[in-house]
């Protein structure tokens, strides 16, 4: 709870407490350094483009263990980030 007022009343304790998303790619081009900061590889990367692409084509992947669609890394489009 006082961290919930914290964050309203103050900007800068905001930023401490959930500081900002970094962008891991920008202009189609993957920012190495924010991989490492994030502790993320490349295959997670493309793990996560992949689910939000077939998110938005309304396509839900298997969390069961079944047959997941697979997505290739050429049809992934260039902008998405």
Do not use: C, N, W
């Amino acid at each position: 709870m006082l961290i919930s007022i914290g964050q309203y009343k103050s900007r800068r304790f905001r930023s401490i407490v959930s500081p900002e998303a970094l962008k891991v790619i920008e202009d189609g081009k993957v920012i190495e350094k924010s991989l490492r900061r994030e502790l993320m590889t490349h295959d997670d990367l493309i793990e996560q483009l992949a689910r939000r692409i077939l998110q938005s084509r309304g396509i839900r992947p298997d969390r069961r263990g079944g047959r997941r669609p697979v997505l290739s890394l050429a049809k992934i489009p260039r902008g998405i980030g």
